[in-house]
């Protein structure tokens, strides 16, 4: 498994960690990677969240 990072700080986020996905902007800021750990409550990420896999997606 890859490390997951938060868009906000750039930190790894822990595995178990509840992270809160938002849809992706074209205004958002993301922080560059680093590897220490993230510090935010809760991480951020801006993607749909793998656990709703059809979020965002359109009937063909």
Known sequence: MTEMHCHFCGGVIPNGAK???LPPRVT???APAHPDP???SPPIVY?????DPDEG???P
Request: glycine share 0%.
């Open 19 to 21: 992270v809160k996905y």
């Open 28 to 30: 958002a800021q993301v």
């Open 38 to 40: 993230c510090s935010c």
């Open 47 to 51: 993607e749909h969240s793998p656990l």
């Open 57 to 59: 997606e359109t009937a």
